[in-house]
């Protein structure tokens, strides 16, 4: 059962991380009950699917289990963190799973290797590392406006009602944080 918090202290949210490096499990369980509900609506509002969102959840808290000693101040506010970590795992198991539904398709008459040489993959991953940097840079509402667009297909309309705003606004976060983008990969 997840437990709102109303407010949560980012220096208690620090020192309970220092000691979930340390591997203290109350610590760990002190952390969850304060985090828990706010990680898991963001999951459930990234995967509008509650099972997905539970799975991405654990998996969140088992990364910040054993990464809990790489967290410093100078990459944001502890929960930003970690609701980050929470973002990404939710996208990579929507991604994993849109995967497995389209892998099985037994009637395709010819299948296609596109994949590129190794040139080809040292320079998508170079441009993977500064997109994530640039994707930091947005604000929340521009990242997941863009990332479910892009990842998942969503539309202007099923974005405005994920998001709960006009569809014009929703529009018009895809277009400034795609100039962001645009700009920050430029630099």
Not at 55 to 84: C, K, N, V
Not at 86 to 92: E, G, I, N, P
Not at 122 to 128: A, F, K, N, V
Request: with cysteine; aromatic share 8%.
């Amino acid at each position: 059962m997840f437990m709102a918090s109303v407010e949560v202290n980012q220096d208690e949210l620090m020192r309970l991380l220092r000691s979930v490096a340390r591997k203290d499990r109350q610590a760990f369980q002190q952390l969850y009950s304060q985090v828990a509900a706010r990680m898991f609506g963001l999951c459930v509002k990234l995967a509008n699917h509650r099972e997905l969102a539970e799975e991405a959840m654990q998996e969140s808290f088992i990364q910040i289990w054993h990464h809990a000693g790489e967290y410093h101040r100078d990459r944001g506010a502890p929960l930003a963190w970690m609701m980050t970590i929470a973002r990404y795992r939710t996208l990579d198991l929507m991604r994993a799973r849109k995967v497995r539904q389209t892998a099985g398709d037994e009637h395709l008459e010819q299948v296609e290797d596109k994949r590129g040489g190794p040139m080809d993959d040292s320079l998508r991953t170079s441009g993977e590392a500064q997109l994530t940097g640039c994707l930091e840079e947005l604000s929340d509402v521009q990242r997941d406006s863009i990332l479910l667009a892009y990842y998942r297909g969503f539309t202007h309309d099923e974005l405005s009602e994920t998001f709960n705003s006009p569809v014009g606004t929703v529009k018009s976060w895809i277009r400034r944080g795609l100039m962001a983008l645009k700009r920050c990969l430029e630099r």
